[in-house]
């Protein structure tokens, strides 16, 4: 079974950083996408970050130029580096992740994506 573990979360102050991880194991070769999705109480699950194993990229209006989506020579792992965060970026973060070849740049939408973890909390305080 494919299996999705993200690491990393934790209370931040306002302004700060904080560097997430993700692993994906029994998921064989990961050629596809990954990418990263967060969900606060009340909200909807939102897609923020997106990579390919090719390594194109897509960023939610809300974090662009604010948090970096990249990945490990092995395929399998991925980070989100998150810096200025703001109370607004208080949210269980997720990874989620689609072994299936894909050409342009990755989708944002939580359709597209088939694996997922369990998530990680990212509190910022102001």
């Known amino acids: 079974e494919v299996q999705l573990v993200e690491s990393g979360g934790g209370s931040v102050q306002a302004g700060g950083s904080l560097r997430l991880s993700c692993t994906a194991s029994?998921?064989?070769?990961?050629?596809?996408?990954m990418a990263w999705f967060r969900q606060s109480p009340g909200k909807e699950r939102e897609g923020i970050a997106a990579?390919?194993?090719?390594?194109?990229?897509r960023y939610a209006d809300s974090v662009k130029g604010r948090f970096t989506i990249s990945q490990g020579d092995n395929k399998n792992l991925v980070h989100l580096q998150m810096n200025s965060l703001h109370s607004d970026d208080s949210a269980m973060y997720y990874c989620?992740?689609?072994?299936?070849?894909?050409?342009?740049?990755?989708?944002?939408?939580?359709?597209?994506?088939?694996?997922w973890g369990q998530g990680t909390q990212v509190t910022v305080s102001s």
């Open positions: 029994r998921i064989g070769s990961m050629d596809g996408f």
């Open positions: 989620a992740a689609t072994p299936q070849e894909w050409s342009g740049r990755p989708p944002l939408a939580t359709a597209a994506y088939r694996y």
């Open positions: 990579i390919t194993s090719a390594g194109s990229t």
